[in-house]
């Protein structure tokens, strides 16, 4: 290897007890990619974050040009030549591009005012570079999210960084945007910078990178040139995971059917969807990031709206766009973001317990106290809540704990379907598997199950019957026999990265795309 | 942390009371219970020193000064909870009390029966102007501090309005009974005080409304999930907050028989302070109607102690403005203590 820019050496981290990376160690060389591939939870944002300097590791080093990095230490990172382009961009909105490049080092006239004339063009020679047609003077609310990503990564290059950490850069960004990226980042590697890109999709890895690393439960299970790897290896290598043991045994679904979406035009996306679910089934929802299978839960339950379409539960139509009406109608929703979204963190388990369902616990407005107290205690109970007592604040509990009130404070009435979204991430392993019972349970006592999940043992161990999603429609569906199929995480994959299926060596599939 | 806590503690919502019980007044117990209610000692504290300093202050019929001088005050700041308590603000309440007041004034000028229509006319009035503002701030999403700043402007110039530019006075002498007469001993106001903050201490404890007030500050997007319809919860906090403005304005206008259209100039900012004293965070979610009550007196007992001392009005505003930010201060402090 000759000319390592950075280099980890056996980086260890946990968070809480729970390892997150498992000395990891992986060189970065001057003018080259190398891509990060692995499945959410895999690590690869905390190695970025290591590298960075804004997470200190638990053991192992980071070296600069062969020199040890501290730790811990953003400035020093920064400092080093070590610039990081998060997947969530934090520019200041209402200011121009050309300031925003030249935020903390602006340039000055002789008598100490603000160069205003000079930065702009500075900043037009700077995006010159790179080819790119953005006016300096726009400020950078009125650009897309990809040029706004090409000003953050040209504000960092500028700025004298040689090894650039791109967090799933590609995520937010619309196709034509990516071909921009790609030429910007061909420009880096000309230019000698070192580049660390994480993303999970196999054409991006294709297309840029010149060295392949996967993580996988935080430990490093592949580091290889591209050129001497596979699709099919690297995809193994991202999901060959061992299942046993870990998830409970699953019930024979019903006959009748449960929730029945016809038609459903989700607001923000062009194709509508149809599924049905029967009693005591668990559908799971896959797809990549940003395939609407969130969108898809919300406007089934109301909160996000729908154009057009019906929601049927139990035979009876649900009025669309009414949280309230679905809940009457025996929905019920486990948002993905436990903290934006699920409870209340300012109020207690008694309280967020019984918010679903007030109506329930109130004689004209007045809320039935010892009735809502042993009926929110049973259902906390029954997912075995694990606090000191129901007058705890929600926000003072543990991250598993708070899932299990989410999901528990509807069960103090029936519920008919239970849509989950994400609902294990956050959660440690010890949380996880409980709740996974929780959820067999609760499909086998009849309830319909919609689970939106990216984590694929997880659609593959716990759903009867699989859908896999992409661009807001259903591209592929997988019965419970094929998801038992060795082939089927590969299958899954092309389904959700647009790729053709039939390559796959899948015995059988069911085609459902472009309806 | 917490998981490791929590883990070793079973479900037993029972045992909680118990643990709560002290079971030895211990050095650090005690010093807890000080940080803890940092506001009753803060509260003790002034009390104690007005006591020392004065005979008259600590007198039944001092206490009572100290009520009727609330009563105005106490109104306003319990509407003021509850928008505080869903994120938001109310500017508006200090001109819709001068608005409502006015019209309150026009109405029974030269007409002494219909004083109780006066009465219905001011609640009508403050109502009126919270609808606004609910609408607004619910339906149209304009920022709260926005909407409420322009219905302190417009309600400001409609009371002028109303007095054509000046104060309406000669009114019918039984217009002063709202404010005047007496049940059970005490002040009418004093006993709308009274039966407004314990009503909406049981209604914000004890009620669904109250409930889903806290879920829409805490947090609104899990609210909305759970079923509870926000935008209606929101209006109606802007609308109650006017209403009892309206009833504030007619009780103050009472008191001095006359309508002058500059009446509560600047309450809002004293019932703001009462509510923020109470333990309330401007974030929303946090927050309760005793904890109001107790920061409302804890500003009164001030007005009137300081008054008593005869202490110049300049330097009460500048005590008054100090004790505040300390009272908070320590409030913000000691919650961190808490963790």
Known sequence: ?515 | MTTQESAQEPTNPGGAAARLLPWRLSGPWIRDQLIRHSMVVVMLLIIAYFSYRSARFGTLDNLQTIAIAAAPFALIALGQTLVILTGGIDLSVGSVIALSAMTAAYTVKDHPERLWLSLVVAMLVGLAAGAVNGFLVSKVNVPPFIATLGMLTTASGLAYVVGQGAPINGLPQNFGEIANNQIFGLQIPVVVMIVGIVALALIMKRTSYGMRVYAVGGNPVAAQIAGVKTTRILFSVYALSGLLAGLSGVMLASRVISGPPNLGEGYELDAIAAVVIGGASLLGGRGSILGTALGLFLIQTLNNGLDILVVPAYWQSVIKGALIVAAVTVDVWSAKRRG
């Open chain 1, 1 to 515: 290897m000759e000319d390592v820019a950075l280099e980890c050496r056996d980086l260890d981290k946990a968070f809480g007890g729970v390892p997150v990376l498992k000395g990891v160690s992986l060189a970065l060389e001057a003018g080259s990619v190398t891509a990060l591939a692995g499945e959410n939870g895999a690590g690869k944002s905390t190695l970025m974050k290591i590298a960075s300097g804004q997470v200190k590791p638990d053991g192992g080093r980071v070296l600069i040009g062969g020199e040890p990095l501290p730790h811990g230490d953003p400035q020093a990172a920064h400092r080093n030549g070590v610039a990081i382009i998060p997947q969530e961009l934090a520019p200041i909105m209402d200011m121009t591009v050309y300031e925003n490049l030249f935020i903390g080092r602006e340039l000055r006239t002789r008598t100490g005012l603000l160069d205003r004339r000079g930065m702009a063009r500075r900043a037009r020679e700077l995006l010159d570079v790179f080819g790119v047609e953005i006016d300096p003077q726009a400020t950078m609310r009125r650009l897309p999210v990809g040029l706004r990503q090409l000003v953050e990564i040209v504000k960092s290059t500028s700025g004298g960084a040689r090894i650039l950490l791109l967090d799933e850069p590609s995520s937010a960004i619309s196709e034509r945007e990516v071909e921009r990226l790609y030429a910007v980042i061909g420009r880096l590697r000309e230019q000698g910078v070192a580049m660390l890109y994480t993303t999970h999709k196999m054409e991006e890895i294709r297309a840029l990178a010149d060295r392949v690393v996967v993580l996988r439960d935080g430990g490093l299970v592949l580091d290889r040139p591209i050129g001497d790897i596979t699709d099919d290896e690297i995809v193994h290598a991202m999901i060959g995971r061992e299942l046993q043991g870990f998830f409970p045994d699953l019930h024979a679904p019903g006959d009748e059917i449960a929730l029945q979406v016809s038609g459903l035009h989700v607001s923000g996306y062009p194709r509508p969807v149809d599924l049905t679910v029967r009693r005591g089934e668990i559908l799971g929802l896959a797809g990549l990031v940003g395939a609407g299978r969130t969108e898809l839960l919300e406007a089934i339950f109301g909160v996000r709206r729908s154009t057009a379409g019906t929601v049927t539960v139990a035979g009876r139509p649900v009025r669309r766009n009414a949280p309230a009406a679905a809940i009457t109608g025996g929905m019920a929703l486990v948002p993905e973001d436990r903290k934006g979204a699920g409870a209340v963190l300012t109020m207690n388990v008694l309280d967020n317990g019984s918010l679903p369902r007030l109506s329930r616990f109130t004689v004209a407005g007045w809320l039935r106290q010892r009735s809502r107290g042993r009926q929110v205690g049973a259902a906390m109970e029954s997912v075995k809540l694990r606090s000191r007592g129901l007058s705890q604040q929600v926000g003072t509990l543990s991250g598993g704990n708070q899932q299990k009130v989410v999901l528990a404070r509807w069960l103090t009435g029936s519920v008919n379907v239970l849509l989950l979204d994400e609902p294990t991430r956050g959660v440690d392993v010890g949380a996880r598997s409980e709740i996974y019972r929780i959820i067999t349970e609760l499909a086998a006592s009849g309830m319909a199950v919609v689970m939106a999940s990216s984590d694929m043992p997880e659609i593959l161990s716990l759903a009867h019957r699989a859908l896999v999603m992409r661009g807001g429609a259903v591209a592929g569906e997988l019965a419970r026999e094929d998801l038992s199929s060795p082939h089927v995480q590969d299958l899954i994959f092309r389904y959700a990265a647009g790729l053709n299926p039939d390559s796959a060596p899948a015995p059988r599939h069911t085609e459902k795309e472009g309806r």
